[in-house]
């Protein structure tokens, strides 16, 4: 199994820098997911780190080996990226059958499966497919791979709810049925939160969390009930977000809650619940604005 070692990356294009100084490791066997709104630095490092780019300064390791032109640390690496890299013309077929001419350990059985799961029809041609049969194509395409390192950079764009909670659901049986290790880049932040184990947020170009999904979620929590309650409780309180709806309001907080804070609530007859990740990731990335 592989690990991805980011140290010390810095990145910038016509003077400006979009990535700075990045270091993380990514651990193997973890479903990760990569946060940050347009413009953070998302995709640029998904490129760098699949040697798509030129450090400006720092190293990617992959097992300890520099990605740069080490065709041997590529090949434990997928990405399937947003913009299509397959001619127009080629059918999907073919597109699997190439894509086992560069990773020996593509599964065309599964990928065979796979396209019958999702109704994905592998002769026609990829300039036939609408935008979320691209998509699916290139999903199948990566999970078939072999590859020890999975990125998967928007792989819901064009996908409906139905397609996507199959997605979903494959992903898992599929992480759970052998030791890999996945990245996902997303936007769609609610529907992947519960399969993330670790999130990586940027921010111009800075990371600004990278922390288990459970720690994540610890560093906030919400409070609701009764007006006046609420108020009362949240008085010293680092209140991110209130919601109102006549005499009841939920009030989001930006800190971990102790053993005081739990005796409070229940003494004020408070509900406590848990914040969505996206919700925590949209104050984080926000902040300072």
């Known amino acids: 199994m592989s690990d991805i070692l980011i140290k010390n990356v810095t990145k910038s294009y016509q003077g400006k820098e979009v990535l700075s100084d990045i270091s993380i490791n990514i651990e193997i066997s973890k479903i990760y997911g990569l946060l940050g709104r347009n413009g953070a630095g998302k995709t640029t490092l998904l490129h760098l780190m699949t040697n798509r ?15 740069c032109e080490n065709d041997k640390a590529l090949s ?4 399937m990226e947003e913009k299509n890299l397959f001619p127009e013309t080629m059918k999907i077929v073919d597109v699997f059958k190439w894509t086992k001419e560069f990773y020996e350990n593509f599964d065309m059985e599964y990928a065979i499966k796979l396209s019958e799961m999702f109704n994905l029809n592998t002769d026609e041609k990829v300039k036939s497919l609408s935008t979320g049969y691209k998509s699916i194509s290139k999903i199948i395409t990566t999970l078939a791979s072999g590859a020890e390192i999975l990125i998967f950079d928007e792989p819901i ?20 049925d052998g030791q890999k290790t ?6 769609i932040i609610e529907e992947i939160s519960h399969i993330l184990e670790k999130v990586v947020i940027l921010r111009e170009g800075k990371i600004i969390e990278n922390n288990s999904v459970e720690d994540m979620l610890n560093l906030a929590y919400a409070v609701s009930g009764n007006n006046e309650a609420v108020d009362k409780y949240i008085t010293s309180k680092n209140t991110i977000d209130i919601e109102t709806l006549g005499s009841y309001k939920k009030a989001t907080i930006l800190q971990e809650r102790t053993k005081e804070d739990l005796d409070n609530i229940k003494k004020l007859e408070l509900e406590i619940s848990t914040v969505e990740l996206q ?11």
């Open 53 to 67: 780019g030129i450090l400006d300064s720092g190293e990617i390791l992959i097992d300890g080996e520099s990605i």
């Open 157 to 176: 764009l064009g996908l409906d709810a139905n397609h996507r909670e199959f997605f979903y659901k494959e992903l898992l049986k599929f992480y759970n």
């Open 76 to 79: 434990k690496i997928y990405f």
């Open 279 to 289: 919700k925590l990731f949209i104050y984080l990335t926000n902040m300072g604005e």
């Open 182 to 187: 996945i990245i996902i880049s997303t936007h």
